[in-house]
């Protein structure tokens, strides 16, 4: 009863967004270069404790600060280090609109939405929102239902910063802030 029958009001007294209750973590499948290269951390214990680090890292604040760490220590940022990073944006961003996992792989993404059994997430004005988004997204993008779950396709995402961008938009479509 308390997830279902109770969850709005359980969820508006402990100051959380529907959203934010939806997904408990969302997981990353990529084949692109994502890492510290060893010419900018050349200590693979360092940059073991730096993925670490990353990985914890929860708000936009906190991935700033991150950033202005690594450009003072090691220099100017590779560019599969500002991926990484983007990376991290791109899962708790993704997190927020429901998605469980994303393959970013071949040039394309895949967002799989939570199990279609939630029907209080494919009831909720996210979920509208993002639907509502899709056919009027700048990206080439459909939706489908697959192994009971929802799951939005995006052509031509070559880069964590391109996916960044169409979750971004969704986020502003579906009006969620940050």
């Known amino acids: 009863m308390k997830e279902d029958e109770f969850a709005d009001i359980l969820l ?3 100051g959380e ?14 084949d692109l270069e994502l890492l510290f290269p060893a010419l900018y951390v050349p200590d693979s214990n360092e940059r ?11 708000d936009a604040k906190e991935i700033e600060q991150f950033k202005a760490k690594m450009k003072d220590r090691f220099g100017k940022m590779p560019k599969e280090g500002e ?16 998605v469980e996992k994303i393959y970013l792989k071949g040039g394309k993404m895949n967002l799989f ?3 279609t059994r939630n029907e209080r997430y494919y009831a909720s004005e996210l979920f509208g929102g993002i639907m509502s988004y899709i056919p009027t997204s700048q990206f080439k993008c459909q939706v489908r239902e697959g192994g009971g779950r929802c799951i939005i396709t995006v052509e031509n995402v070559k880069n964590v910063e391109t996916a960044l961008a169409f979750i971004e938009e969704i986020q502003r479509h579906a009006k969620l802030t940050n």
């Not at 967004?17 to 990529?30: G, L, M, P, Q, R």
């Not at 990376?87 to 993704?94: D, E, F, I, K, P």
């Open 12 to 14: 508006q007294e402990e």
């Open 113 to 115: 939405l939570v199990d």
């Open 83 to 98: 991926e990484l990073i983007r990376m991290v944006s791109l899962r708790h961003q993704a997190q927020r609109l429901g």
């Open 48 to 58: 073991i404790l730096l993925y670490r680090e990353l990985d914890s890292l929860t």
């Open 17 to 30: 967004t529907a959203a934010d209750n939806y997904v408990k973590e969302c997981f990353v499948e990529s």
